[in-house]
């Protein structure tokens, strides 16, 4: 063989030989790049991927941090198992993890969730305060008052009621009115089902009538199994034509004044929830409400009570006529003072008796 050509072969088969090795190498590189764990430490690593952003950006921001090695890799990767696309939202990254979870996550959007609880009982500002204390949940405008959150959700005035006690989850970054949507239509929802299954010859127009009332069973209710027999005593009361008179929609009706003690002189103050001073129901319900009051409201027990008062330990005792109650009020004053409360009142004049402290 000629000396040149020689020569050729052997740069050839150099080049070959070191083509081969480089390529071993590479290939080498890109399976410890995928299969090595990701520098995220015993605690994982907590990754925050906003709106618009792609995976070479949140690659080049990990590389940066130092959590990952040859972002490059790592993209071809993800494009040979089409996994280049997403989610905004928040990541928590395990220890242990390797960059193929690392995509794997990014794109099935396994981001972090969190709960956000809304308490029966609460009042629609309470409720709002409980969303806006995450620091997870954007704030808006819409979400600083109860008469901006109302104007966001389309409702005509008073937003009492009407939003659903629940747990809800959500992902980081959701926005404080948006959560409010999910809970206003779970309460239309669920008021919708008891609605279309409510008992015959309640004394109510609407469903918004049975929400006011189920507000009221709301915030009567120690013992949950006396939901029922508790809306049946006020439905008798509409029906009669007596004042509600209950507590808690005098202390509604006071507002921020309200100081925890239940004055005399607050019985007859005149507002448009005192149900000592007003006939029928408050004009907005007065607490967030659950469906089991929902229910209890729509099928109240039969019976002929008029009247209950608190026994001290969460149950109430139910009396048919003024003088039985007049009696369990004596009983259970003199026995607890502390922890009475009489509702309805033990009379039907203007003038609060003893009964009604």
């Keep these: 063989m000629p000396p040149r050509r020689r020569k050729f072969w ?34 994982g690593l907590r990754i925050e991927v906003d709106s618009g952003s792609s995976l070479s950006r949140v690659l080049h921001r990990l590389e940066q941090q130092g959590a990952v090695q040859h972002p490059r890799i790592i993209r071809i990767y993800a494009r040979l198992k ?21 995509v794997a996550r990014l794109h099935r ?27 997870r949940i954007v704030k808006t405008p819409a979400g600083e008052s109860p008469q901006a959150a109302a104007a966001a959700l389309g ?14 989850v959500y992902r980081s970054g959701i926005r404080d009115i948006d959560l409010l949507r999910q809970a206003h239509a779970r309460l239309q929802k669920v008021l919708s089902q008891e609605w279309e299954a409510r008992a015959d010859g309640l004394p109510y127009d609407d469903a918004y009538e049975a929400l006011v009332m189920a507000s009221i069973v ?13 809306a049946g005593v006020f439905v008798r009361r509409i029906e009669k034509g007596m004042r509600l008179q209950t507590d808690p929609t005098v202390i509604y009706g006071l507002g921020a004044s ?79 003072r502390s922890n009475y409360r009489s509702s309805p009142a033990a009379a039907e004049s203007e003038s609060p008796t003893e009964s009604e402290q």
């Design 10 to 43: 052997l740069w050839f088969f150099l080049v070959l030989v070191m083509g081969a090795a480089g390529g071993a190498a590479l290939l080498w590189t890109a399976q410890a790049t995928l299969v090595q764990p990701l520098a995220v430490g015993t605690d």
């Design 82 to 102: 089409d996994q280049t696309s997403i989610h905004q939202g928040e990541y928590m990254i395990p220890a242990g993890s390797n960059a193929m979870d690392l």
């Design 109 to 135: 959007g396994d981001v972090t969730r969190y709960r956000v609880t809304l308490v029966e009982g609460w009042t629609f500002q309470q409720a709002l305060m409980q969303i806006r204390a995450s620091d």
């Design 155 to 168: 409702i005509d005035g008073n937003p009492e009621g009407q939003i659903f006690p629940d747990t809800y």
């Design 218 to 230: 709301e915030k009567e209710t120690g013992a949950p199994w006396e939901r029922d027999e508790i």
């Design 258 to 336: 309200y100081d925890g003690n239940l004055l005399r002189s607050h019985l007859r103050q005149a507002t448009p929830y005192n149900t000592y001073v007003i006939g029928g129901m408050p004009p907005t319900p007065i607490a967030l409400v659950g469906r089991e009051a929902i229910h209890a409201a729509l099928h109240p027990k039969d019976g002929d009570s008029l009247y209950f008062v608190a026994k001290g330990d969460g149950t109430h005792h139910f009396s048919a006529s003024l003088a039985e109650h007049n009696r369990a009020v004596r009983k259970y004053q003199l026995q607890r």
